[in-house]
């Protein structure tokens, strides 16, 4: 099991930009496969941006705007620029057993972190 611990989020103006961190520990050894999901009220989690070894996977809506990346130290990163009040959402970091976009992909979960963004 891996224990993710999200942090970065906040309010924000519309236009502005946001990084995101999630803190893997525990059984990391197979973080491969790590993704960004988020969740508005009133509407399902969706997958905004998944990373395997040499590939990345976006939600259309974020291409452009939105960069995945990770590091040695098992942190992955959510850098989010041109923010949309549409893009308020809380943010989850998910450990995957296959690389993509879908929730049901989802080994664990973290507890999220919130983001919100005003016109």
């Given at each position: 099991q891996v224990q993710l611990v999200e942090s970065g989020g906040g309010s924000v103006q519309a236009g502005g930009s946001l990084r995101l961190s999630c803190?893997?520990?525990?059984?990391?050894?197979?973080?491969?496969?790590?993704?960004w999901f988020r969740q508005a009220p009133g509407k399902e989690r969706e997958g905004v941006a998944a990373i395997s070894t040499g590939r990345?996977?976006?939600l259309d809506s974020v291409k452009g705007r939105f960069t995945i990346s990770r590091?040695?130290?098992?942190?992955?990163?959510?850098?989010?620029?041109?923010?949309?009040?549409?893009?308020?959402?809380?943010?989850?970091?998910?450990?995957?057993?296959t690389f993509g976009l879908d929730s049901a992909s989802v080994r664990d979960w973290g507890k999220?972190?919130?983001?919100?963004v005003s016109s």
């Open positions: 803190a893997a520990s525990g059984d990391t050894t197979s973080n491969y496969r790590m993704a990345t996977s976006y590091d040695d130290a098992n942190t992955i990163y959510l850098q989010m620029n041109s923010l949309k009040p549409e893009d308020t959402a809380r943010y989850y970091c998910a450990a995957q057993r999220g972190t919130q983001v919100t």
